[in-house]
């Protein structure tokens, strides 16, 4: 396959995978029963979100850099690639796994909120979902796309000038009267 052809696809993987690292840290990570003994109970449930907010923030960052890697020059989609990549590995690093303090913490205060919440005793056992894998995945994916857009960033498509703010195109010089009108209509001062 062609780098121009990997273009479309690695940038909608880019996209897949911001939105899945998001999804995923919105999900229910840890839960817990609180039960006081005369006393209602309720379930407690935390998502990667609540345990560490950087996570769908990050998450975030991939999704635009996915988005950004459509506007930008050459140059700038390798800044793009190497900037996913960073913020992919700072996110593998925040991700609070199964059966860590950060995830249990969370846990624990979110029980405390919780008005069946007596004591550290009335906090039943912790049960786990694999969303924090499912998001070091995505994450994991999102460094290997950043590492392909680092790649193949000068040989991909971009954008025509037609797409650039007025002033920044020279003008064309021409005397003739109708260039000068063109320029008018267009909104810049053909006297400049």
């Avoid at 996209?15 to 899945?20: D, F, S, Y």
């Avoid at 059966?99 to 979110?110: C, I």
């Avoid at 912790?126 to 857009?149: E, H, K, N, Q, R």
């Amino acid at each position: 396959m062609t780098p121009r052809r990997l273009y479309v696809p690695v940038v909608l993987a880019t996209l897949a995978t911001g939105g899945l690292a998001f999804f995923a840290a919105g999900r229910t990570w840890a839960e817990a029963d609180v039960r006081a003994q005369g006393l209602g109970h309720a379930t407690i449930s935390v998502s990667g979100g609540d345990a560490q907010p950087l996570v769908p923030a990050l998450a975030v960052v991939v999704l635009t850099a996915a988005l950004a890697i459509l506007a930008a020059g050459r140059r700038m989609r390798r800044v793009i690639g190497v900037l996913t990549m960073l913020v992919a590995a700072a996110a593998i690093v925040a991700v609070p796994r199964s059966g860590t303090d950060a995830l249990q913490d969370a846990v624990r205060s979110a029980a405390e909120e919780s008005a069946a919440y007596t004591g550290p005793a009335s906090l039943g056992s912790i049960s786990y979902a694999p969303w924090d894998l499912v998001t070091i995945a995505a994450f994991v994916l999102a460094i290997a796309l950043g590492a392909v857009t680092l790649r193949l960033a000068p040989q991909w498509p971009t954008m025509s000038s037609r797409y650039d703010a007025p002033g920044s195109r020279p003008a064309a010089k021409d005397d003739s009267g109708t260039e000068m009108w063109k320029a008018m209509d267009r909104g810049d001062d053909p006297t400049a």
